[in-house]
């Protein structure tokens, strides 16, 4: 064993003394509380934790926050001495929950998410446009035509079809919210 490696050794040791035994519990999520982000849990033994917290560290900078599903499991820690609890682990999430600033996925090179609604209006206003346009031109008639064999009437070659409205539903992925 190197000097490095019994260093950290012996500062784990030190670590579990000061801490005390890890005390990790099995509990079902009656509520979830995302103004504060705790939960209500009851312990497998009945002991019922209106305020389990779902972050390690109270304070306003925690990127994301995840939330259980009510009615599912999760395992929580006690926090040494104290009475608080701490979620370690879920069994079913039911979202999560972003407070950043900015967020990359994947690298970033796609950009930003799109606005979904903002979109959808743009899109149906330029299609209705387009479909006013067609059939501005699909009825166009020549009219006074005076002179060769010119005639009077519709445009021989019309446009079809139209343009289908574009539906919100067509272009979200309602698993990703923001």
Do not use: C
Not at 35 to 59: E, Q
Not at 66 to 93: C, H, N, R
């Amino acid at each position: 064993m190197t000097k490095d490696e019994k260093q950290l050794m012996d500062a784990l040791r030190e670590f579990a003394r000061e801490v005390g035994p890890l005390q990790i519990f099995l509990g079902k999520v009656n509520s979830v509380n995302e103004t504060d982000y705790t939960i209500d849990v009851t312990l497998n033994d009945s002991t019922h934790l209106p305020d389990a917290r779902l972050r390690a560290v109270v304070n306003d900078n925690m990127p994301m926050v995840m939330t259980p599903v009510v009615g599912s499991y999760v395992l929580l820690g006690k926090i040494g001495e104290t009475a608080e609890w701490v979620v370690l682990a879920f069994d079913q999430v039911d979202k999560v929950i972003w407070n950043a600033n900015q967020i990359t996925i994947n690298g970033g090179d796609n950009a930003g998410l799109v606005k979904v609604k903002e979109l959808t209006t743009k899109l149906n206003n330029l299609e209705n446009k387009v479909n006013a346009m067609i059939e501005i031109f699909n009825t166009h008639v020549h009219g006074g035509v005076t002179t060769g064999a010119g005639t009077s009437a519709v445009t021989p070659t019309i446009i079809t079809p139209e343009l289908t409205v574009t539906q919100q539903s067509e272009i979200e992925d309602v698993k990703i919210k923001h």
